[in-house]
C-alpha cells in the first residue's frame, strides 16, 4: 500500500461517461392526474421543477388547491365504492402485474428522468430505485389475492381511501412503497408526490393509464405544503401514510389524532455504524462510504453516526478519509458519479448550517478535495471526527454527506451509544463474530439492522422505525397491516 | 354494639417500581362500592408519582425482555395461580367495586384469570406469529422479529375493574413491554388487589406499575411523558382520548383508541417489526 495521503486519481481519471437524456422528453407542462386523465388545477396556478445538478428547468407542474385536493379525494372514494371493491384480487394482482412490468419496459427512461429530476446519480437510479420499484409491484401483485392467508383474519377489510405523502429523495421508489400494497389490499390512492421531485410520480400516471388501471384508482396530486396539508385534513380520506421528517410526522399525527384516520409514519432516523475491531476492514470501509455517501446522504436509514472501536478508530478514520477522496463527485448523468448532486438550495442550506456548527462545537473536519461544479447545488463529502453525543451532528439528521464518528471501548458502550437518540430507524453491525453481531442487533432500538452490510432494500423485507422514527412499516407481509382494517 | 371482632382493613396502595408506597403527595381519596356505601381510602397518585413509574417501567423493560420468552410465560402462568388461590377474595372486591352479585363477580374472575392464561402461553408464541424469513434477492439471512414498543402506559377501563384491566396491561407485558397503568378512578380495588399478587409471581420489579387516581390529572402526564413508547386509552371517552391522542403525537407513540381492536390486535398493537439483514458468505 502506497502513501494513503496521496489520494487523488491522476492518471486513473475516468473520461466521462454520459447517459443520453433523450430517452426522456418532458412535456412543458403537467396536469393534475385525476380520475385516470391529466387535468388542469382550478387555480391554474404552477411551479417550476428543476434539474439540481444544472438549475434548468425541467418542467411547469401543476399546484394542487384544496378544491382540487378534494377533486382527488372524490373520484378515489368514487373508484373505491364503484370499481375498486368489487374488482376481485386476482384482477387487482394481475393490475399490479401489469404495472410492474410496464415500469421494467420503461425502466431507462425513468432513471434518466429521476437522475435529472431529483439529482441521484444515474448508476444509482438505473441499479437501485427503478428496479425495486418494479419489484415491489410484482411483490405486492402476488398479494392482492392472497390476503385471506396473510395473517390479518379471514376476510381482511381495506381501509377506503389512503392519502399518501412521500419525500423527495427516491421519487419513483417511495411511490411504489405506497401504492403497491394500498392496490393490493384493495384501497384507493392519492398521492402527493414532494414538491422537487414530481416528475416520475407523473410518468408513472402514464404507466397507470397504459396499464388501463381503473380511472380514479390512483390519483396523483402534484404541489406543496399545503397541499399535503389538505390532505391530511380531507374527511373523506381514511388513511394517511407520510414519509419525510419527524417533524411534519408529528404535525401530521397531531392532526390525525383529532380525525381519527389511520396513520402510519416513517420518519427521520440518526443510523449508527457500529464498527468492531474484528471487522473484515476492506468490506467495512465500503459499507460505511455506501451507508452515508449513498444518494448524497438524502437517506432516513443513513448510516450517519459512525461508532467505531477505540482500537481501531485511528486506522478506519485514515483509510475513510482516503477513500472520501477517491468518490466521484458531479454529474449525475454520468455513469461513473458515486455522489452525485444536493436535491435543493434549501437543503444544501441546511446540511452547510449543520456542518458549521460540527466546527464550531469542536469536531475535526475532513472535506473531499473534489472539484465541485459551477452550477447547480452540490456538497462535498465530509467526515468529522472527534465528534461527542451532545453535538448537533451527532443528534440532529443531517440527510446530506455528512459522516460524524464516535468511539466506544466495550460491546455495552457500543449498545447504549446507538441507542442514545430519539430517533430508531436503522442500525449496522460490523463484526466478524456472529454470536455478537446478533447480540448487538438483539439489543438495538431500531426498526432495521444490518450486520456487515447497510442500506440493503428488498420488497419482502419490512421497513420502518420505532420510536421518533414513525411507526408502520413497508414492505413485506407486514407492509399489508399498514392498508388493512385489522385494528 | 360492636362486632365480635373487628375486622382488619387493608391500605390501598400504588405499586411502583415492586414496591407498595403511598402517592408521594400524601393525598388519598375516598371510593365507594357501586351501592354508595365507603369502601376505601385508596392512593391518590400525583404526575409524579406517574413520572417516577415511568423511569422505574423503564429499567425494568430491559429486565423483563432479557428472561426468555419460556420464562416469561412461567412467571404470568404464576400470576394465574396466585389469583385463582385467592379467586374469593378478588371476586369479592369486584363485587363491591362493580355492584354485581357474587355469581356474576366470580364468573368475571374467572375469565379474567383464564385470559391470564392464556396470556401466559402466547409469551413463546408471538415471535412465531408475527415474524418469519423474509425471501430476499441477495447473499443475505434476513428474519423479522416482533420486539416490545418499550414503555406502554394504559388508561384502565372504568367499568369493568378486574376483566377488562388485565385484557389491557397483560397484553403490553406479554410481549415484552413494561407497563404503567392508571387504574379505574372510581373501582381501583380489584387492579389494587391483582397487583399485590404480582409480588408473589416473580415479575422483576417495575414491569407493572399501578397508580390509583383521578384519570383526568393523571392521564395527560402518561401521554405527555416523552420516555413513554405506547399509550392504550382504554379507559377514557372518546373526547379526552382525543386529547391524549394529540398530546401523545408531540412524542410520535403508538396509541391504541379504545373500542379498536380484538385480542390479538392487542398483542400487535405495542410490538415493532425488527429486521435483522445477515450476510452469508463462505
Same mark, same amino acid.
Given at each position: 500500500?502506497? *502513501? ?107 432513471? /434518466? ?15 437501485? *430505485? /427503478? ?29 377506503? /381511501? ?55 384508482? /390512483? ?58 475491531? *474484528? ?58 458519479? *458515486? ?149 | ?58 429499567? @425494568? ?23 385463582? +388461590?385467592?379467586?374469593? !377474595? ?12 357474587? %355469581?356474576?363477580?366470580?364468573?368475571? &374472575? ?36 416482533? &420486539?416490545? +414498543? ?5 388508561? @384502565? ?5 378486574? !376483566? ?7 397484553? %403490553? ?9 392508571? =387504574? ?14 404480582? @409480588? ?6 417495575? &414491569? ?10 393523571? =392521564? ?30 408531540? +412524542? ?5 383508541? %379504545? ?16 429486521? &435483522? ?6
Amino acid at each position: 500500500m502506497g *502513501d494513503l495521503s496521496d489520494s487523488r486519481l491522476g492518471a486513473m481519471a475516468y473520461d466521462p461517461a454520459p447517459e443520453s437524456r433523450a430517452v426522456v422528453a418532458f412535456q412543458d407542462a403537467y396536469g393534475l392526474f385525476i380520475d385516470g386523465a391529466f387535468t388542469n388545477p382550478s387555480s391554474h396556478e404552477s411551479f417550476v421543477t428543476t434539474n439540481p445538478a444544472t438549475e434548468e428547468v425541467l418542467a411547469h407542474v401543476a399546484l394542487a388547491s384544496i378544491a382540487d385536493v378534494d377533486t382527488a379525494v372524490l373520484a378515489a372514494r368514487r373508484a373505491y365504492e364503484t370499481t375498486w371493491s368489487k374488482v376481485s384480487g386476482a384482477q387487482r394482482s394481475k393490475y399490479l402485474f401489469r404495472i410492474a412490468r410496464l415500469i421494467q419496459e420503461r425502466s431507462r427512461e425513468f432513471a /434518466v428522468a429521476e437522475t435529472l429530476d431529483n439529482g441521484k446519480p444515474i448508476r444509482e437510479s438505473r441499479d437501485i *430505485d /427503478v428496479p425495486l420499484a418494479a419489484a415491489h409491484f410484482f411483490y405486492y401483485a402476488g398479494w392482492a389475492d392472497k390476503l385471506e392467508f396473510a395473517g390479518f383474519g379471514a376476510n381482511p377489510h381495506p381501509l377506503g /381511501v389512503a392519502g399518501q405523502i412521500i419525500p423527495w429523495n427516491f421519487p419513483l421508489l417511495m411511490a411504489a412503497w405506497k401504492l403497491a400494497p394500498a392496490l393490493a389490499a384493495g384501497n384507493t390512492c392519492v398521492l402527493k408526490p414532494a414538491e422537487t421531485t414530481p416528475l416520475t410520480a407523473l410518468l408513472l400516471a402514464e404507466v397507470l393509464q397504459q396499464a388501463e388501471l381503473p380511472p380514479g384508482v /390512483v390519483n396523483i396530486i402534484t404541489g406543496d405544503g399545503t397541499t399535503g396539508s389538505a390532505l391530511v385534513d380531507h374527511p373523506g380520506v381514511d388513511k394517511i401514510a407520510f414519509t419525510g421528517s419527524t417533524d411534519v410526522g408529528r404535525l401530521i399525527q397531531q392532526r390525525v389524532a383529532l380525525s381519527r384516520k389511520h396513520l402510519t409514519l416513517e420518519l427521520g432516523g440518526k443510523g449508527a455504524n457500529i464498527v468492531f475491531d *474484528d471487522a473484515p476492514i476492506d468490506e467495512m470501509i465500503e459499507g460505511i462510504i455506501d451507508g452515508i455517501f449513498f444518494n448524497q446522504g438524502h437517506v432516513c436509514c443513513a448510516g450517519s453516526r459512525l461508532l467505531v472501536q477505540e482500537s481501531v478508530a485511528d486506522d478506519v478514520l485514515r483509510r475513510l478519509v482516503r477513500r472520501v477522496d477517491q468518490l466521484r463527485v458531479g454529474d449525475p448523468m454520468d455513469k461513473n458519479t *458515486d455522489v452525485g448532486a444536493i436535491n435543493s438550495a434549501a437543503q444544501l442550506e441546511k446540511i452547510t448550517e449543520l456542518t458549521a456548527y460540527g466546527e464550531r462545537e469542536g469536531a475535526t473536519r475532513y472535506t473531499s478535495t473534489c472539484v465541485l461544479p459551477d452550477r447547480g447545488y452540490w456538497f462535498a463529502p465530509t467526515i468529522f471526527a472527534d465528534v461527542a453525543q451532545s453535538h448537533r451532528i451527532a443528534r440532529e439528521e443531517i440527510f446530506g454527506p455528512v459522516l460524524s464518528v464516535l468511539t466506544f471501548r466495550t460491546p455495552e458502550e457500543a449498545v447504549a451509544k446507538a441507542n442514545n437518540t430519539t430517533y430508531g430507524l436503522a442500525c449496522g453491525v460490523w463484526s466478524e463474530k456472529g454470536s455478537r453481531t446478533l447480540w448487538v442487533a438483539q439489543r438495538l432500538r431500531a426498526g432495521v439492522i444490518w450486520a456487515n452490510t447497510y442500506n440493503r432494500f428488498d420488497p419482502a423485507s419490512p421497513f420502518g422505525g420505532v420510536r421518533e422514527s414513525g411507526f408502520g412499516r413497508e414492505g413485506g407481509r407486514h407492509g399489508l397491516e399498514a392498508y388493512l382494517d385489522v385494528t | 354494639m360492636s362486632p365480635e371482632r373487628l375486622e382488619v382493613k387493608k391500605t390501598y396502595k400504588l405499586l411502583i417500581n415492586g414496591a407498595f408506597p403511598r402517592s408521594e403527595s400524601g393525598r388519598s381519596y375516598e371510593v365507594a362500592t357501586a351501592r354508595g356505601a365507603f369502601l376505601a381510602n385508596v392512593a391518590q397518585g400525583s404526575r409524579k408519582d406517574v413520572r417516577d413509574a415511568v423511569v422505574a417501567a423503564r429499567a @425494568a423493560q430491559a429486565v423483563w425482555w432479557a428472561q426468555s420468552a419460556f420464562n416469561r410465560g412461567q412467571v404470568l402462568y404464576r400470576l394465574a395461580e396466585m389469583a385463582e +388461590s385467592r379467586r374469593d !377474595e378478588l371476586a369479592e372486591h369486584v363485587a363491591h367495586a362493580e355492584g354485581r352479585r357474587r %355469581p356474576s363477580a366470580q364468573l368475571s &374472575v374467572s375469565r379474567a384469570i383464564d385470559r391470564l392464561v392464556w396470556y401466559a402461553g402466547w409469551t413463546d408464541k408471538v415471535a412465531q406469529v408475527l415474524g418469519g424469513a423474509n425471501p430476499v434477492a441477495g447473499p443475505y439471512f434476513n428474519f423479522s422479529l416482533p &420486539v416490545p +414498543s418499550g414503555v406502554v402506559g394504559v388508561v @384502565a377501563e372504568q367499568d369493568s375493574s378486574l !376483566e377488562a384491566f388485565v385484557e389491557a396491561v397483560f397484553a %403490553p407485558i406479554v410481549v415484552g413491554n413494561a407497563v404503567v397503568v392508571i =387504574a379505574s378512578e372510581q373501582r381501583p380495588t380489584p387492579a389494587v388487589l391483582l397487583g399485590e399478587m404480582t @409480588a408473589t409471581a416473580d415479575f422483576p420489579d417495575g &414491569v407493572l406499575n399501578i397508580v390509583t387516581g383521578f384519570t383526568g390529572e393523571l =392521564a395527560p402526564t402518561l401521554a405527555a411523558h416523552e420516555d413513554v413508547d405506547g399509550l392504550d386509552l382504554a379507559g377514557v371517552d372518546e373526547t379526552f382520548a382525543d386529547e391524549l391522542a394529540l398530546v401523545a403525537a408531540g +412524542s410520535i407513540k403508538r396509541v391504541l383508541r %379504545p373500542g379498536r381492536g380484538d385480542a390479538l390486535a392487542r398483542l400487535r398493537a405495542f410490538v415493532e417489526t425488527s429486521t &435483522v439483514w445477515h450476510t452469508i458468505g463462505q
